[in-house]
C-alpha cells in the first residue's frame, strides 16, 4: 500500500532470522536494526549508530518486525535515526519472551492508549484447520491444550521419565520423523529447551543428538574449541552479532556480517589456516577459530534463542524444572516456532503448570508514564 502511494519504505527486524523472513515474505530487502542503523563500534566493544539525530533515515515509513525483542536503547536509537513526519509501523506479539535488554517497549507502546494499536485475535478457517494454531490460542488464555488429537499437527508424547524422554527426542530426529515425514534433523527438525542444563537441558540433548546425528568418523575432520568438538556436518547456530564475519552468496554477492541466532551447518575445517567454513541458508561464511568461539551447537537450542525464528517441525522436552523457565510465555513461545508439526514429549502436569504459571519478569519502565503525562501536558 506504501509504495503504491510513491513512499520510500524501510523494512527492519532485531535478528538476521527474522529480518530473513520478513525478505522472503515481501520480496522486499530487510535488514537487522544494527545494519540498518549502520552500527560501529567503540573501543570498549559498545555499538556506536551512524545514523542518528544528525545523520537520518532517508524514507517515509520505517516497519520493524519482531518489537517484542526490542529493548530501550536500541528503540532510542531507531527513534533518533527517524526523519520528522516518518511513518513508524511496529509488528509484535506481546504475549512472547520479553527483550533480552531492559525495558518493556512493546507491552508499554500498546497499554499506553495514545499509539493506534490493531489486536489480531480472530483465528480465520484456514487457521483453525491447524492444532498449532488453536493450542497457541489457548495457551495464551490460560487453557490446556489439546492433547490427545493424532491426526492433525499437535502431538504428545507421555514418558515420564528425563532419560526416556531423551531417547525419545533422537529418536524421533534420527528415525520417525524423517521417515514419516521426510524431515531431516539439519534443515527442518528443531529441538526446543526450556534450559541449558540438567538431562533435557541444551548442552546434553546437543551431545547425544551430535552422537546420533554426526558421529565421529574418520574421514571428518574435527577440532575443539571452547571446550567443544566441532567436526564437519556439525549443525551450528551464531550466538553473537559478528559483523566481521566474510561471506558469500550462490550468486557470487559478497558482505559481512553474521547475526545471534544464524543457523548453519559446517562445510570444511582448514587446521592450517585454523578457520572453518560454515553454510547458512543463503551464504558460505568464513571464521577463523577466533570466531568460531561464538559458536554453538544447534541441533537443540533454547526457547530464548530460537526468537524470530520459524521451523517445518519443533520438538520440545516436558518434564519439570525451575518455576523461573517454565512458565506460559515460554511454552507460547516455543509452540509458536513449528511451521507445520509441533511434538511435545513428557508430562502434561509439566503442560498444566507451565500454562497456569503466567509469571511475567516484573519490568521497572516509565515509557508509559512518560507518555501518558507527555499526552496530559500537550
Known amino acids: 500500500i506504501l509504495q503504491n502511494n510513491?513512499?520510500?519504505?524501510?523494512?527492519?527486524?532485531?535478528?538476521?532470522?527474522?529480518?530473513?523472513?520478513?525478505?522472503?515474505?515481501?520480496?522486499?530487502?530487510?535488514?537487522?536494526?544494527?545494519?540498518?542503523?549502520?552500527?560501529?563500534?567503540?573501543?570498549?566493544?559498545?555499538?556506536?549508530?551512524?545514523?542518528?539525530?544528525?545523520?537520518?533515515?532517508?524514507?517515509?515509513?520505517?516497519?520493524?518486525?519482531?518489537?517484542?525483542?526490542?529493548?530501550?536503547?536500541?528503540?532510542?536509537?531507531?527513534?533518533?535515526?527517524?526523519?520528522?513526519?516518518?511513518?513508524?509501523?511496529?509488528?509484535?506479539?506481546?504475549?512472547?519472551?520479553?527483550?533480552?535488554?531492559?525495558?518493556?517497549?512493546?507491552?508499554?507502546?500498546?497499554?499506553?492508549?495514545?499509539?493506534?494499536?490493531?489486536?489480531?485475535?480472530?483465528?480465520?478457517?484456514?487457521?483453525q484447520k491447524s492444532l498449532i494454531v488453536t493450542n497457541a490460542h489457548k495457551i495464551v488464555n490460560g487453557e490446556m491444550p489439546v492433547l490427545n488429537a493424532s491426526d492433525k499437527d499437535f502431538f504428545f508424547l507421555l514418558r515420564n521419565s528425563k532419560t526416556e524422554i531423551s531417547q525419545v527426542i533422537v529418536d524421533l530426529c534420527t528415525q520417525r520423523l524423517p521417515k514419516a515425514y521426510g524431515y531431516s534433523a539439519f534443515d527442518n527438525i528443531q529441538v526446543l529447551c526450556p534450559s541449558k542444563k540438567g538431562e533435557l537441558g541444551t548442552a546434553e540433548m546437543n551431545f547425544r543428538l551430535q552422537k546420533a546425528l554426526n558421529p565421529k568418523s574418520a574421514d571428518k575432520a574435527e577440532i575443539e574449541i571452547a571446550s567443544k568438538t566441532f567436526r564437519i556436518g556439525d549443525k551450528v547456530m551464531q550466538i553473537k552479532n559478528n559483523y566481521d564475519i566474510t561471506w558469500i552468496r550462490d550468486d557470487g554477492e559478497q558482505g559481512s556480517g553474521i547475526f545471534n541466532g544464524d543457523i548453519g551447518i559446517i562445510d570444511s575445517i582448514d587446521r592450517k589456516n585454523r578457520t572453518l567454513i560454515v553454510i547458512f541458508d543463503d551464504k558460505t561464511a568464513k571464521y577463523t577459530y577466533e570466531y568460531a568461539t561464538d559458536l554453538d551447537f544447534a541441533y537443540a537450542v533454547t526457547v530464548h534463542k530460537s526468537q524470530g525464528n520459524e521451523f517445518d517441525c519443533v520438538i520440545i522436552p516436558m518434564f519439570q524444572g525451575p518455576p523461573q523457565l517454565y512458565y506460559r510465555n515460554l511454552l507460547y513461545t516455543a509452540v509458536t516456532r513449528?511451521?507445520?508439526?509441533?511434538?511435545?514429549?513428557?508430562?502434561?502436569?509439566?503442560?498444566?503448570?507451565?500454562?497456569?504459571?503466567?509469571?511475567?519478569?516484573?519490568?521497572?519502565?516509565?515509557?508509559?508514564?512518560?507518555?501518558?503525562?507527555?499526552?496530559?501536558?500537550?
Not at 525478505?23 to 570498549?44: N, P
Not at 551512524?50 to 536500541?74: G, H, P, W, Y
Not at 502436569?349 to 507527555?374: A, C, D, I
Request: with cysteine.
Open 338 to 378: 513449528a511451521k507445520k508439526t509441533l511434538v511435545l514429549v513428557g508430562n502434561p502436569k509439566t503442560v498444566e503448570y507451565m500454562v497456569q504459571n503466567n509469571r511475567r519478569t516484573k519490568r521497572y519502565s516509565g515509557l508509559k508514564e512518560f507518555l501518558l503525562r507527555n499526552e496530559q501536558l500537550y
Open 6 to 127: 510513491g513512499k520510500k519504505v524501510l523494512l527492519a527486524a532485531p535478528t538476521g532470522r527474522a529480518a530473513q523472513r520478513m525478505s522472503a515474505l515481501t520480496g522486499v530487502e530487510a535488514k537487522t536494526i544494527h545494519r540498518l542503523l549502520e552500527v560501529s563500534w567503540d573501543k570498549h566493544d559498545k555499538p556506536i549508530f551512524n545514523k542518528n539525530e544528525r545523520n537520518q533515515l532517508k524514507c517515509d515509513a520505517l516497519i520493524v518486525d519482531e518489537v517484542s525483542m526490542v529493548d530501550t536503547f536500541i528503540f532510542e536509537s531507531v527513534m533518533k535515526a527517524l526523519p520528522i513526519g516518518c511513518r513508524l509501523i511496529l509488528v509484535g506479539d506481546s504475549n512472547q519472551l520479553p527483550s533480552v535488554g531492559p525495558g518493556n517497549i512493546l507491552g508499554d507502546l500498546t497499554d499506553c492508549g495514545i499509539v493506534p494499536v490493531v489486536r489480531l485475535n480472530e483465528i480465520f478457517r484456514q487457521a
